[in-house]
């Protein structure tokens, strides 16, 4: 049944039936939480559950024609706004007008759902407040954002908060065995490196990347021997090898990260359990040779990269600089 098909998020879905069967919906919702955990399944499920003409106890009933359609995202009454080249601008909010006006088509309610509302563009923020603040009839209004804080302070008080947290591992590596026919062993490491994201670990193994991790490891490890001339040259080598464009550039820095944080951990704990448990070995040699300091200093230069590519700086500098701030950070220069 309906709430079923969302992996996880137990807590979730039970407080949304209650308050279905309670009759307690409120205007609008904010969904928070990870890139990738459920939030648009849910809402879906969700918009199911109260449009579907013969609910159960889990929800909509997930074969009526109603349902279908809803999973599909073709049902008239549910409308689904996602940004347009990474912003959503006030030509999409004034679909949700238009949506709201006409009323309901066939349910007995509308289902607007805004998908990274923290990417609405100041005007349209502005204008959708002015929406939510009238309140209208028969409409409820289902946001999603990572964090609070990237959302119009006004706007996020109108709602009320639900909190998603990635999707516990064995969940995760249940669902990868199942939709990618991954074997254990495969499903639990990328289970771990997409730290409890389905579409991240999803995006991973489709890209091909995935198998890509030994040589993504010997490399990050033979760039730190270089000397600083050949660093850079490799740097970026490595930039246009894996260009920014989709997820190969910051898979890269993923991987380092999981990399240093298992060094990290395999310096601190008697009994750590690694993100690249099939690296062990050579994890423990790589902690070995450096100090706890390094191993944070790393770590957080890596980050900062991250941060920066996400920012679109020219991805040739970011690889340079991360590369010249790993070897500061192990005292080589
Ligand atoms: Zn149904």
Same mark, same amino acid.
């Given at each position: ?33 990870? #890139? ?55 030509? /999409? ?33 502005? *204008? ?31 709602? /009320? ?12 590596? *249940? ?12 499903? /639990? ?51 246009? /090898? ?8 910051? #898979? ?27 690296? *062990?070995?050579?994890? #423990? ?49």
């Amino acid at each position: 049944m309906s709430f079923d098909l969302l992996a996880g998020h137990g807590q979730v879905k039970s407080f949304l039936l209650r308050m279905i069967k309670k009759g307690l919906l409120p205007n609008a919702y904010l969904f928070l939480g990870p #890139y990738g955990v459920g939030k648009t399944l849910c809402a879906k499920l969700l918009a199911m559950a109260l449009l579907c003409q013969e609910p159960g106890p889990t929800g909509g009933c997930t074969l009526c024609k109603v349902c279908k359609r809803s999973l599909e995202e073709k049902h008239p009454d549910l409308l689904i706004l996602r940004p347009e080249a990474k912003v959503i601008s006030i030509a /999409q909010i004034k679909e949700i007008f238009h949506q709201i006006s006409s009323g309901p088509y066939q349910g007995r309610m509308s289902i607007i759902i805004l998908d990274h509302a923290e990417l609405m563009s100041r005007e349209a923020a502005n *204008s959708f407040l002015k929406t939510l603040e009238e309140g209208p009839k028969d409409t409820l209004f289902i946001l999603e954002a990572p964090d609070e804080n990237m959302v119009l302070p006004t706007i996020a008080s109108r709602c /009320q908060r639900l909190r998603f947290l990635p999707i516990d591992h064995p969940s995760l590596s *249940s669902l990868l065995k199942r939709d990618l026919g991954l074997v254990d062993e495969e499903a /639990q490491i990328l289970a771990h490196i997409a730290k409890g994201s389905y579409k991240w670990a999803r995006e991973l193994w489709e890209s091909g990347l995935f198998p890509l991790r030994t040589k993504f490891f010997a490399e990050l490890i033979e760039l730190l021997s270089l000397e600083i001339s050949d660093l850079v040259m490799r740097a970026h080598g490595i930039t246009e /090898q894996y260009p920014n464009q989709g997820i190969g550039l910051m #898979y890269l820095l993923d991987q380092m990260e999981t990399w240093y944080r298992d060094a990290l951990l395999g310096k601190l704990v008697d009994k750590p359990t690694f993100y690249n448990r099939d690296f *062990s070995f050579q994890i #423990y040699k790589f902690a070995e040779a450096r100090s706890l300091e390094a191993l944070v200093r790393s770590i957080f230069s890596i980050l900062c990269a991250k941060k920066d590519l996400k920012n679109d700086i020219n991805p040739s500098l970011v690889m340079e600089n991360l590369m010249l701030e790993l070897k500061r950070a192990e005292g080589d220069l």
